[in-house]
Nanobody, 125 residues
Framework: VQLQASGGGVVQAGDSLRLSCDGS????????MAWFRQAPGKEREFVSG????????DHADSVKGRFFISRDTAKNTLYLRMNNLKLDDTAVYYC???????????????????WGRGTLVTVSS
C-alpha cells in the first residue's frame, strides 16, 4: 500500500486543520492506521491511531480532546482533525498503516510497516 499525507500548512495558535492520508494500490480497510509526528530535534511520536473498522481509537495525552482521527473506507482515506492547535503541535505529520500480530493489540504498539512522506504543520503565535 502507498500512503500520501496532505493538508499541512502554517496556522495560528488556536486554529484548526484537517490532515488527509490517501491510500493507493490497495484498500486501507485491511490495515490499522495511525498518525505520528516528529518535531524539530525530537523523536517521532505516536499521535493517534484507529482500528480496522474505525470503532476504536487512541490518542496521545498531549492531543486528547483536541485531535480526532477518522477513516473513510469508501474514499480510502485517513483523516486527522486538529483543533485548538498549539505551538508544540508544530511538526511533520506522518500517516502509517500496519497489521497487528494478534487479535488483541494496542494501537500504539502495532508494527506500522507502511509510511507516507509526511506533511508539515507549523503553528505560529
Amino acid at each position: 500500500v502507498q500512503l500520501q499525507a496532505s493538508g499541512g500548512g502554517v496556522v495560528q495558535a488556536g486554529d484548526s486543520l484537517r490532515l488527509s492520508c490517501d491510500g493507493s494500490r490497495e484498500s486501507l480497510s485491511g490495515y490499522v492506521m495511525a498518525w505520528f509526528r516528529q518535531a524539530p530535534g525530537k523523536e517521532r511520536e505516536f499521535v493517534s491511531g484507529i482500528s480496522f473498522r474505525g470503532d476504536s481509537t487512541d490518542h496521545a495525552d498531549s492531543v486528547k480532546g483536541r485531535f480526532f482521527i477518522s477513516r473513510d473506507t469508501a474514499k480510502n482515506t485517513l483523516y486527522l482533525r486538529m483543533n485548538n492547535l498549539k505551538l508544540d503541535d508544530t511538526a511533520v505529520y506522518y500517516c502509517a498503516a500496519g497489521r497487528p500480530s494478534s487479535v488483541y493489540y494496542s494501537l500504539r504498539s502495532v508494527n506500522y510497516r507502511y509510511w507516507g512522506r509526511g506533511t508539515l504543520v507549523t503553528v505560529s503565535s
